[in-house]
């Protein structure tokens, strides 16, 4: 695309694409390539503990493939032949493992205590020969999770009220000192990364830092399609410290094309090889954590739509329910429904579904419907009950008879 403006909507549908929701889902079985296809286009997939409905990992692949064996992921994650990997991407992630070097100077300034949150820094340069320790008992007894060190405790405070155990680990994790062996009840068991990882792996040598860094631009900027500066940046949490050089360098190498967006205040990149649909055909629920809108501000600009994690959020400024998964139809974030499972009656609970100003419930129901079926019945599921909450569930409502 040689032009040098675009139009919000015409950024819209490029960002869609970059993100795998031009193309229709597979007719058949999804297998490991067509998983393997997804995260060589959107880089990671978002780890997060809430299991209203699911977890949260898990619901991008079925956003752009359908229904898929949930199975299917946690093998290419955690078998002994495993493909992706857990580190800190975009937060806690899994990323295909042909990036692990790429995120080598990453681990290496944690080693040195940068790029951490400030108590697990504090902690681990405080604490270095109780950390040294607990690597050794990792070295000795692994794989473990935090409760089986020999002084481990479950910590307090819930998810966040880690024991010095916890912190131990979770430091060595960050440094790439250990490393996720696989996971018991969403529960992180570590081990070192010559017992999980096979030795070709380990034995690929890191590019320099500044290399790295540009491949991961690289691949930001191939998963966002057009983007602006910040919006890079987030996409794998790149410092600020000598990120415009890597930006300079790419728009240099042609690799980004400087362009402008009508109604974006700042500069955007295209990146080099995107494509421009006429049209996107998408129907998709998206996980609060699907990469096409973590970055709340840039779905304001995309999509006009103001989301923020109501999960976080006081109960008394919730405006749309709990777990609130936007609606993607066409190329427009055209609703938001509230759900969860009920594992115990084997139902998909709509607990409430609003559509976004000037979006008709009538021509959103039946397409929601259909996706809300089809999720139910992935998740082992017999059927949705809809509540009527929100000015779209009377039309899902009639939908389900």
Do not use: C
């Not at 990323?95 to 990453?106: E, G, K, S």
């Not at 070295?139 to 935090?146: I, M």
């Not at 792996?201 to 691949?219: I, K, S």
């Not at 421009?276 to 809108?293: G, H, K, Q, V, Y």
């Amino acid at each position: 695309m040689a032009r040098e403006r675009f139009s919000n909507a015409e950024a819209r549908r490029i960002a869609l694409a970059a993100q795998g929701f031009a193309e229709p889902r597979p007719g058949g079985a999804v297998d490991a390539r067509h998983v393997r296809r997804v995260l060589d286009r959107i880089g990671l997939l978002q780890i997060d503990s809430v299991n209203v409905l699911v977890r949260s990992h898990y619901l991008p692949l079925h956003a752009r493939l359908g229904s898929y064996p949930a199975a299917l992921l946690d093998r290419l994650a955690y078998d002994r032949r495993r493909s992706l990997f857990e580190y800190w991407g975009h937060e806690a992630s899994l990323l295909p493992l042909a990036l692990r070097p790429l995120m080598r100077w990453r681990m290496e300034r944690a080693a040195r205590g940068e790029g951490l949150y400030i108590g697990l820094a504090r902690f681990g340069a405080e604490r270095a020969d109780y950390v040294r320790r607990v690597l050794a008992e990792v070295a000795d007894r692994g794989p473990l999770t935090a409760g089986e060190l020999s002084d481990g405790s479950r910590g307090e405070g819930g998810w966040w009220g880690w024991s010095d155990g916890k912190r131990a680990l979770e430091f060595l994790f960050w440094a790439g000192r250990v490393t996720t062996a696989t996971r018991r009840n969403f529960e992180r068991v570590y081990d070192l990364p010559e017992r999980v990882f096979a030795a070709d792996v380990l034995a690929h040598p890191p590019p320099p830092e500044d290399e790295a860094q540009r491949e991961l631009l690289r691949r930001s900027a191939q998963a966002l399609g057009i983007a602006t500066e910040r919006d890079l940046r987030d996409y794998f949490r790149m410092p600020v410290a000598g990120f415009r050089e890597r930006l300079a360098e790419l728009v240099e190498a042609g690799d980004l094309l400087p362009v402008a967006v009508d109604g974006w205040d700042r500069p955007a990149f295209l990146a080099a090889g995107a494509r421009l649909p006429r049209r996107i055909d998408a129907a998709a629920l998206l996980s609060p954590f699907d990469s096409l809108i973590w970055e709340r501000d840039r779905t304001e600009r995309l999509f006009d739509f103001h989301y923020r994690l109501a999960f976080y959020t006081p109960a008394e400024r919730r405006t749309h329910g709990y777990y609130v998964l936007p609606f993607l139809l066409g190329d427009r974030l055209v609703g938001r429904v509230d759900l969860k499972a009920d594992r115990t009656a084997r139902k998909l609970l709509v607990l409430a579904a609003h559509a976004e100003p000037g979006a008709d419930p009538a021509a959103i129901a039946a397409p929601l419907h259909g996706e809300l079926a089809g999720l139910a019945r992935w998740l082992g599921l017999d059927g949705t009950v809809v509540a009527p909450k929100g000015d779209l569930a009377p039309a899902l409502l009639r939908m389900t008879g």
